[in-house]
């Protein structure tokens, strides 16, 4: 079964709209940890933001923000006045459990493709 | 600070022969773990090594095998290649657990084509 879902398969905007990508993700662990990657066209998948499943305070860091609620299961994101450089596949990716051994498998969604225009 | 290096960039294999992917960690990273990604979907675990010994397993066939080195750095074998075998391989990299406020840094892949 799919763990984490993101419906969203392409989001095309003008530069300088905001865009918010949505994430809903499955676990019967309690402490969880949740994660977005962004994915340009040279394939590195780059670290955005991670939350843990304790901490659901919402914060912006620079242009992004985030907003998880447990409640529903939801991780979105948001990039605020985007710009041509935010176009890449950005994906929602969880990981359940907090020990070094478990740490290392993300189960990943499949991943929404921004396309920013100017 | 060098960041998760992987080689070859770009392959090109025949089905049936093996590859051999290298990954080396981000500096002061001691556990790497593997991910699969075709072409349109998001990356899926192939399995994490630590302490020079396989931890965990995804759902992938036993043609899929690894190695860490003393160093950190590790290697993905595939043999008996087939054209699924085709996508961009990831390899990623921490130190610690999550809760010890790391994360997790990817490289940036190796293409592999099957032919």
């Known amino acids: 079964a799919q763990k984490v879902t993101q419906a969203q398969t392409e989001i095309s905007v003008v530069e300088k709209e905001d865009v918010t990508l949505d994430c809903v993700y499955e676990?019967?662990?309690?402490?969880?940890?949740l994660f977005w990657y962004k994915q340009p066209p040279s394939g590195e998948l780059v670290f955005l933001i991670r939350?843990?499943?304790?901490?659901?305070q919402n914060e912006i860091s620079g242009r992004y923000s985030w907003n998880f609620q447990k409640s529903t299961s939801s991780f979105n994101f948001t990039i605020t006045a985007s710009q041509v450089v935010d176009s890449a596949v950005y994906f929602c990716a969880l990981s359940e459990g907090w020990e070094t051994d478990s740490w290392g498998k993300l189960q990943f969604g499949s991943g929404t493709q921004v396309v920013v225009t100017p | 600070d060098a960041g998760v290096t992987q080689s070859p960039t770009h392959l090109i294999k025949t089905r049936g022969q093996q590859v051999t992917l290298r990954c080396s960690p981000k500096?002061?990273?001691?556990?790497v773990s593997w991910y699969q990604q075709a072409l349109g979907q998001g990356p899926q675990f192939i399995f994490q090594?630590?302490?020079?010994?396989?931890?965990q397993r995804g759902n992938f066939p036993d043609r899929f095998s690894g190695h860490q080195f003393p160093n950190y750095s590790s290697e993905l074998n595939v043999n008996a290649l087939l054209l699924g075998d085709s996508a961009l391989y990831l390899c990623?990299?921490?130190?610690?657990?999550?809760?010890?406020?790391?994360?997790?840094?990817f490289g940036e892949g190796s293409w592999l084509t099957v032919v």
């Open positions: 939350r843990n499943s304790f901490d659901e």
């Open positions: 090594y630590y302490e020079e010994e396989e931890r």
């Open positions: 990623a990299s921490a130190v610690g657990g999550l809760d010890s406020g790391n994360t997790i840094y």
């Open positions: 500096s002061g990273h001691d556990t």
């Open positions: 676990t019967r662990d309690t402490t969880y940890y």
